[in-house]
């Protein structure tokens, strides 16, 4: 069992940046593949970046260059930093955990781009 909590949401100006974590309690962290997915309103949830427990690393086209992951397993705690914010980056984002056939995830925390 993992318990994943995020944090690092809020309001912030288009082209600003924020930080996001998740820290992971319960199992051995660096065995898990670690994701952030988002949900905007009225979309589905989709995949932004995923860090394998390898360290290798995989992005939604629509963030290339402008978001990146990574992880710090003495802390079990994965970062989402995401720079060039857009409105369009708008959505609850969530933490995920996968180790097959698996899953687990956070209750999600939102970022709101706006001016």
């Known amino acids: 069992q993992v318990q994943l909590v995020e944090s690092g949401g809020g309001l912030v100006q288009p082209g600003g940046s924020l930080r996001l974590s998740c820290a992971a309690s319960?199992?051995?962290?660096?065995?898990?593949?670690m994701g952030w997915y988002r949900q905007a309103p009225g979309k589905q949830r989709e995949l932004v970046a995923v860090?394998?427990?390898?360290?290798?690393?995989k992005y939604a086209d629509s963030v290339k260059g402008r978001f990146t992951i990574s992880r710090d397993n003495a802390k079990n705690t994965v970062y989402l930093q995401m720079n060039i914010l857009k409105p369009e980056d708008t959505a609850v984002y969530y933490c995920?955990?996968?180790?097959?056939?698996?899953?687990?995830w956070g209750k999600g925390t939102l970022v709101t781009v706006s001016s």
């Open positions: 995920n955990a996968h180790l097959k056939p698996i899953d687990y």
């Open positions: 319960g199992s051995i962290f660096s065995i898990y593949d």
């Open positions: 860090i394998t427990s390898n360290g290798s690393t």
